[in-house]
C-alpha cells in the first residue's frame, strides 16, 4: 500500500512537472503575443496620424 501511494506521488508531481512546464512555455508564448500587439497597435497608430 505505501508503494502505491509513493509511486502515486511520483506521478503526481511528474504530471506537475510537465504542467507547470507547459504554463511557462504558454506565458511566454502569451508576452510574446502581446509585444507583437503592442508593436502593431504601434503602427497603426502612426499610419493613422499619417493619414489624417
Not at 8 to 28: F, P
Amino acid at each position: 500500500m505505501v508503494r502505491v501511494k509513493r509511486y502515486g506521488v511520483v506521478d503526481l508531481t511528474a504530471a506537475l512537472v510537465q504542467q507547470n512546464q507547459q504554463l511557462q512555455d504558454t506565458i511566454k508564448q502569451l508576452a510574446q503575443h502581446e509585444l507583437f500587439l503592442q508593436q502593431l497597435s504601434t503602427a497603426l497608430a502612426q499610419n493613422n496620424n499619417i493619414n489624417l
